[in-house]
C-alpha cells in the first residue's frame, strides 16, 4: 500500500513564527502536492513538484514555499505564519508525469491552528 | 479560470435511501474526472474515476458516476446508502492543459441516518 505521512496531526503555533510541515511518501512517486482544505472551499492546491529540486507554483502560493531535496520528501514553509494560514493542510503523492490520469494518494493531514 | 461546482454543501440521507452528489465543471475541454471520499478523520482517498471510454463509471462499494460531455457534470451515484458512506465526497477534475493539477470542487458532506 502507498503510504504517504505527515510530521504532525495538530499544530499550533503564533503569528510571525516560521513553521515546517513535512510529507514523506514511501513509493517513489514522482509527483506530490500541498494543498491546503478549508470549509466549503474544498482543497486549494498551494505547490507541487515533479522531480527533486523541482516545484511549481499552485492556486495558492503567497504566503508560502516548499522544498524538496529527497524524492520521498515534500516540505511546506509558512515564512512567517498569520491567522488566516489557520488550516487542514494535506500532503498527497502521485505515480509519474502524464496529463494528470494518476490517483492521487493523501496523507492524514495536518491541522494547523495560527494564534 | 477553470472551476468545479458541486451543488450541495451538505446531503442528509436515510439509510437504504438514494443519494445523488452533483458536480459540475467550467469547462468543455478534455478532462479526466475524479471522486474522492474522506471518512471522517481520515484522508482523501479515490472513489472513482473517468479517463476515457464508457462514460459510467462504478466503485468497488457500490457507488457509480456518469461522464456528460455536453452537459459538463460528472454527478455520482448510489441506489442505496449505508450508514458507512458518512462522509465528504469531493469532486475533482485535471484539465489536460493544466498537467497533472487537479481542481477540486467544495466537497458535498453526506449524513446517512439510521
Known amino acids: 500500500d502507498v503510504k504517504v505521512t505527515q510530521s504532525s496531526r495538530y499544530l499550533v503555533k503564533r503569528t510571525g513564527e516560521k513553521v515546517f510541515l513535512e510529507c514523506v511518501q514511501d513509493m517513489d512517486h514522482e509527483n506530490m502536492f500541498w494543498y491546503r482544505q478549508d470549509p466549503g472551499l474544498g482543497l486549494r492546491l498551494i505547490y507541487f513538484?515533479?522531480?527533486?529540486?523541482?516545484?511549481e507554483k499552485g492556486d495558492i502560493p503567497e504566503g508560502y514555499s516548499v522544498s524538496r531535496e529527497k524524492k520521498e520528501r515534500f516540505s511546506l514553509i509558512l515564512e512567517s505564519a498569520s491567522t488566516n494560514q489557520t488550516s487542514m493542510y494535506l500532503c498527497a503523492s502521485s505515480l509519474s508525469g502524464g496529463a494528470g490520469v494518476d490517483e492521487q494518494y493523501f496523507g492524514p493531514g495536518t491541522r494547523l491552528t495560527v494564534t | 479560470a477553470q472551476s468545479v461546482t458541486q451543488l450541495d454543501s451538505q446531503v442528509p440521507v436515510f439509510e437504504e435511501a438514494p443519494v445523488e452528489l452533483r458536480c459540475n465543471y467550467s469547462s468543455s475541454v478534455s478532462v479526466y474526472l475524479f471522486w474522492y471520499v474522506q471518512y471522517p478523520n481520515q484522508g482523501l482517498q479515490l472513489l472513482l474515476k473517468?479517463?476515457?471510454?464508457?462514460?459510467l463509471v462504478e466503485s468497488i462499494n457500490g457507488f457509480e458516476a456518469e461522464f456528460n460531455k455536453s452537459q459538463t457534470s460528472f454527478h455520482l451515484r448510489k441506489p442505496s446508502v449505508h450508514i458507512s458512506d458518512t462522509a465528504e465526497y469531493f469532486c475533482?477534475?485535471?484539465?489536460?492543459?493544466?498537467?497533472?493539477?487537479?481542481?477540486f470542487g467544495g466537497g458535498t458532506r453526506v449524513l446517512v441516518k439510521p
Open positions: 513538484s515533479y522531480d527533486v529540486k523541482m516545484k
Open positions: 473517468y479517463l476515457s471510454g464508457s462514460t
Open positions: 475533482a477534475v485535471s484539465f489536460k492543459a493544466a498537467g497533472n493539477k487537479l481542481t
